[in-house]
Each structure stands twice: as C-alpha cells, then as structure tokens.
C-alpha cells in the first residue's frame, strides 16, 4: 500500500511514523511539505527565539525517520481523487491513501498597517528566525494578543531585554483557560516582571511613525509605540489545494471518525480537519490524531472520538 501525507507537522509526521512502526514491507510512507526544513517542535519556537535553543535541538529525530520518503520543498497543488494522483511544482505521484495534515497559518486581522516591515506573525521556524532577528535589535515590541503562545513570546522577548507589552482584545488575559481571579494574578505577576498587559483594548490602526510603529486602539485609547509587532490573533486551517478535487469543507476539511473526507481514501488529521464543527488546533491532539489514523489504516483500532485536550501553560509565573 503506496500512502501519501501532505504536510509534515505533528499530525502528519507522527501518522507516518505510527505506519511504519505498525506495518510490514508492503507500506511505504512519503510526507510532502512546501517547507524546506525536517520536523521540528513548534511549542518551542518561543525558546528558540529566546536564545535558549538552537535550531538542532528544535528538530525531532526518531528511528523511523530513515524509512519515509520526505519530499521537503515540495508544495502538493491538487488532488486527482478518480486516477488517485497528487500534483506538486515539480511532479506528478500516485497514492493508494491520501491524508492531508497540512495544519494552520497565523491569523492576521485586515487592520490597516498589518502588513507593514516588522510586522510578524510566529508559525514557523522561518518566522522565529525573523521574530528573534529583528528582537535583537529591538527596544520594545507589542504583542497583539494574550493567549498561551502570545505570553510565551512575551516572556522569550523579555528575557532578551525588551521591553513587552501585551494587548489582548478580551476583558482578561487567558479569558478561555484561566479563572477571573488566576488571570488577575497573572497580569500581576508579569507586570513585575515588566511585561505590561492592556485588556479590552482593540486595535484598529498600524502606522509608521519614524523608525518605529504606532499603533492606535477602539475609543481613542492610548496610543503605544513600538519597534516590532507580533500578532497572536488565532490559527486557521490550511485548505489551500489551487487545482483538482478539493474535499467538502467548513473551517477546515470535515472528516468522519475514521478521518476520511468527502473524496475516497483521502483523510484529514490535525490543524487542517475539522469534526462536528470543531478544527484542531494543539500538537497534541495533532499527534494523538495521526497515531490514530494510522492504527485505523493498519487495522488496528476503529473509530476515534476526538477527546479533548488540555491546554499547558509554560509561564515562569506562579498564580
């Protein structure tokens, strides 16, 4: 059996990985992805870019790593679901099974100036080299944006002496996962570390102003100033196939509980499926979904109930 995963992510790395721990010589396993780089961990961009990692420790090695065919580089454009081909910029190949684990990008909200110089969003290891090129030489930085991956960069820009602030569009930092009482603590905490926290603040303006960005909110609030500004506004799913068949979607590709799409033996695991209206979103569940699949297509396990997972929270706060 002649299997093909599109992206290699968490999801569509550890899929790979399962198949070739579970099967026999009659599977072979090839992971296209349009980045150039092998699978790295993405929670840990943020300490990469503090300094504290480097790039070789970001990567993840296994002893299964030898037996998949990686077409690093190399984006998939299309699906021919009836001859059961995928078509690349530089090739054509067949496939017996299809899965797409093509995750998420960075949500960027349209407000004017988002698309200015030192304007970033974190995804990728290209981003965090970009993030941390630009922080060395930097003064102060606004986050925009107080999740779990948002403090984190507030915490690795901090510690290599910038100046943070944090704006966050909800009445509370973490509204989603902390108590009211925990998240009053934690903006108490980071406050005397230094990282400053705005809520209920909604930004409607990115401007230049000198060799610095001006960034103006709702309601005439304070303006802040800034060297760089890193969105943390939300991930949404990659479903971007520009030619050929293109399985049923909502937010992502919809999937049943054997993670098979709308088109035959195509499936979606990770950032880029979604199920009873609900798309991924956490490298665990990423992973915990590709291991599934592949003991479904091996024959090992039957239907997967998509649990849920919790959030870590790796902060230097205690609350």
């Not at 990686?70 to 998939?76: A, R």
């Not at 995804?123 to 606004?142: G, Q």
């Not at 950032?271 to 490298?283: I, M, S």
Request: with cysteine.
């Amino acid at each position: 059996m002649k299997i093909a995963i599109i992206g290699n992510g968490p999801a569509g790395f550890y899929c790979a990985e399962r198949l070739i721990k579970n099967s026999d010589s009659d599977i072979t396993v090839s992971i296209f992805d349009k980045e150039q780089t092998s699978i790295y961990s993405k929670i840990r961009l943020p300490d990469f870019i503090a300094g504290k990692i480097d790039k070789d420790t970001l990567l993840l090695k296994t002893d299964t790593t030898s037996k998949i065919d990686f077409h690093h580089g190399e984006e998939v454009i299309s699906i021919d679901s009836v001859k059961k081909t995928i078509k690349s910029k530089k090739d054509t190949y067949t496939y017996d099974k299809l899965i797409l684990a093509m995750g998420g990008y960075p949500f960027i909200p349209p407000i004017p100036g988002s698309n200015l110089e030192n304007v970033f969003a974190l995804r990728t290891l290209s981003d965090a080299k970009k993030i941390r090129e630009k922080a060395l030489k930097s003064k102060t930085a606004v986050i925009i944006g107080g999740g779990v991956l948002g403090l984190e960069l507030a915490v690795a820009l901090d510690s290599l002496g910038v100046k943070v602030s944090v704006v966050e569009v909800m009445p509370r930092l973490l509204a989603n996962v902390l108590s009211e009482e925990d998240s009053v603590k934690l903006a108490k905490k980071m406050k005397e570390s230094g990282i400053v926290s705005y809520v209920d603040q909604a930004l409607t303006l990115l401007e230049k102003e000198g060799n610095s960005l001006k960034l103006s909110f709702k309601d005439n609030k304070e303006p802040l100033i800034a060297d760089m500004v890193i969105f943390n506004t939300g991930i949404r799913c990659q479903t971007n196939l520009s030619e050929g068949d293109i399985p049923q979607k909502g937010r992502g590709f919809i999937v049943d509980t054997h993670f098979l799409t709308s088109l035959p033996d195509v499936y979606g695991i990770g950032d880029c499926a979604e199920h009873d209206g609900k798309p991924g979103g956490l490298w665990v569940s990423a992973k915990s979904q590709g291991e599934y699949l592949a003991d479904i297509l091996t024959g090992k396990k039957n239907e997967y109930d998509f649990p849920a997972f919790p959030i870590r929270i790796k902060l230097p706060f205690k609350i």
